[in-house]
Every structure is written in structure tokens, then in C-alpha cells.
């Protein structure tokens, strides 16, 4: 027995595989929309009585028989107006970020196409984790809408995100659940080839009427960061440095946001831990550097605070243009300031 040739695309395999595993969740009344044409092909062999419209920008296909299976409509999700559906499977691209806003993707495309002219939210330096999810969600308010209206009560979403960020998956839940859906807290990401790139797809079930856990949401997903990383490191950066922080933070000593000639230009913050009594994490995220956590003992708190005050002064003598407010954070997390 051979095993798969990492390198050959499995991008279609590896959706079919994924719906195969939810047949419960197909109805009699099935639509697609941006699924690649042999996976609703697949959909409509292994449901032959159901009925399948298939959105897609290309000509219909007849069959040897004359007839056309799946029914293919050329149209996007946001103008078909065919009513309700027991299931909607949908393939939502990634988000265009500012930084993809010039590159020439269909998926960049179809993605503009679904949400109009909503622009992708700025996250200022050092917003959280679960800030970004929470501005996400408002940013995927429309396209949870367009797919609700198509579903009728109590039928199910089969939906894949293409991204690998943890939180565009969280604020599009959140925006699912926002519009009605009961989402299932589980985190599952599908990893494949398409073209020859890697591609990481973000594996969504939701039932439409119910009502979401929020909380387990949000603790699945955090969990899923916190399992692959080594929490019990003294150090982290990046990513990892702001979920272990949203994971375990507890309460805010001291922190403050930076500003150049008036513009957010970062923050230094020391918070306590809500596992450990004795742990203090001093956290940094400043325009130019990888944000960076590190843990300290509570014994360190006056010399900690000392060093995060000639870190200001520090950045003032480098620049005059620099300022600093004192930063003061809701138990949410929310940051007014932003």
C-alpha cells in the first residue's frame, strides 16, 4: 500500500472526504455554492432523489441522458433568490486582507463579490486575539446573512473557510451565530494542496434556528491554539504570545498605548495570570517588533513596573514624537481607545 504523494494536490478529495462525514446534515433540497463541480457531482451520485442547484460561473453541462446533474446556475450566492434549502454547503474563500487587496486571486474576488463593499477591519498594534474575532464578525455580518436567508429552519450548514488564521474561523462563527445559527463548538482544520500551494480550509456544521454556546465557542477555539503550543515556555512571540495571553490573563497592573504624532503605535502592558497567584506576564507589541510575552515572578512586580517606565522614556528619547496614555482595559477585553 503507497501512501498519498504529499505534494499532489487533494484540494476536491479532501472536501468530498469531509462531506462524506456529515451525511446526516443533507437534506432533500441541497445547494452548493463556490464547491468545486466534482464535489457537488459527488454530492448528487450519493443523493440521487435529492434536489441540487450548484452556483458556479460556468455553462452547464448536459449529461449522455440530456439532463443536468447537479442543476447549475451561473449566478454568485448573493443574487440567487431560489428560497429555502434543507442544506446549503458552501466554500467561503479567505478574507482580502489590506495587505492581499492588490493581488490577483479568484478567491480575493469572489470574496469582494460576497461582501460588497465592506472594507476588512485595521487592527490596531496589540488588539487581542479575541478583538480581532469580535471586528471579524462584523466584517462576515453580510455573508452570514446571504447564507441564513437561504436555509430553512432547522437545516444545516456544511461550510469551509479557506484560512489558516484561528480568528477569521472564530469572528465568522460568531457572525453565524449573530444570525440565528446554532454552531457547533468544534475546531477542525482540513490541510491540502490546490495548484500546487498549501492550502488550510476551516471546517464549519451549524443548524439554523437554536441558539450558539458562545462561551464553549470561544473556549474550543482558544483550547485548540492553547494544545498546540508549549504554554510552560518563559517566552513566546507572535500569535502564540497574544493567545496565551487572552487564554490566562487575570487582571491589568499597569499598561500603556503608544502613540507616534498622535497614531497608535503600540503598547506595553503587565497583567496578572488566572492560573497562577505568583505569575506576572509582561507583554509588548510595539510597530516594528513581534509581539512578545514574558512570564515574571509576582516578587519582580516594583522592578517589572520600573522597567516598563524607562521603556517609555526610552522610546521618548529616541523620538520626541512619541506620547503615552495609560491603558485601561473592560473584563470583556474590549478596548474603547480602538
Excluded at 24 to 41: V, W, Y
Excluded at 164 to 191: F, N, T, W
Excluded at 311 to 323: C, F, G, P, V
Aim: proline share 4%.
Amino acid at each position: 500500500m503507497t501512501s498519498e504523494n504529499p505534494n499532489t494536490d487533494n484540494f476536491n478529495t479532501k472536501i468530498i472526504s469531509w462531506l462524506d462525514k456529515n451525511r446526516d446534515g443533507f437534506g432533500r433540497k441541497i445547494l452548493c455554492s463556490g464547491l468545486p463541480r466534482q464535489a457537488a457531482e459527488h454530492i448528487a451520485h450519493v443523493f440521487p432523489d435529492a434536489s441540487i442547484v450548484m452556483l458556479a460561473n460556468e455553462t452547464p453541462v448536459k449529461t449522455e441522458s440530456g439532463l443536468v446533474q447537479p442543476l447549475v446556475i451561473p449566478t454568485d450566492l448573493k443574487d440567487y433568490d431560489g428560497g429555502m434549502f434543507d442544506t446549503v454547503i458552501a466554500l467561503t474563500p479567505e478574507p482580502l486582507c489590506p495587505a492581499d487587496a492588490g493581488a490577483d486571486s479568484a478567491a480575493g474576488a469572489s470574496n469582494q463579490n460576497l461582501q460588497e463593499d465592506i472594507p476588512y477591519p485595521h487592527f490596531h498594534r496589540g488588539t487581542f486575539y479575541l478583538r480581532r474575532a469580535s471586528l471579524l464578525m462584523e466584517y462576515f455580518e453580510k455573508t452570514a446573512e446571504i447564507l441564513r436567508k437561504n436555509l430553512r429552519e432547522g437545516g444545516t450548514l456544511l461550510n469551509l473557510v479557506v484560512s489558516g488564521h484561528d480568528e477569521h474561523l472564530l469572528g465568522y462563527c460568531l457572525s453565524l451565530a449573530a444570525e440565528g445559527m446554532a454552531v457547533r463548538p468544534s475546531v477542525k482544520q482540513i490541510l491540502c494542496r490546490r495548484n500546487g500551494e498549501r492550502v488550510t480550509m476551516q471546517a464549519v456544521r451549524a443548524a439554523a434556528g437554536g441558539r450558539t454556546d458562545v462561551t464553549a465557542l470561544i473556549a474550543e477555539n482558544l483550547n485548540f491554539n492553547l494544545d498546540r503550543m508549549d504554554t510552560s515556555a518563559e517566552e513566546l512571540e507572535g500569535e502564540k504570545a497574544e493567545i496565551l495571553l487572552q487564554a490566562d490573563a487575570s487582571r491589568l497592573v499597569r499598561g500603556y498605548r503608544i502613540y507616534l504624532k498622535e497614531e497608535p503605535m503600540g503598547k506595553l502592558a503587565v497583567y496578572t495570570s488566572v492560573q497562577r497567584a505568583d505569575v506576572l506576564y509582561y507583554f509588548t507589541d510595539i510597530q516594528g517588533d513581534i509581539p512578545y510575552l514574558r512570564r515574571f515572578h509576582t516578587e519582580d512586580r516594583k522592578k517589572l513596573l520600573q522597567h516598563m517606565a524607562g521603556e517609555l522614556h526610552r522610546q521618548k528619547a529616541a523620538d520626541k514624537n512619541i506620547s503615552w496614555h495609560e491603558l485601561v482595559l473592560n473584563d470583556d477585553w474590549s478596548e474603547p481607545e480602538l
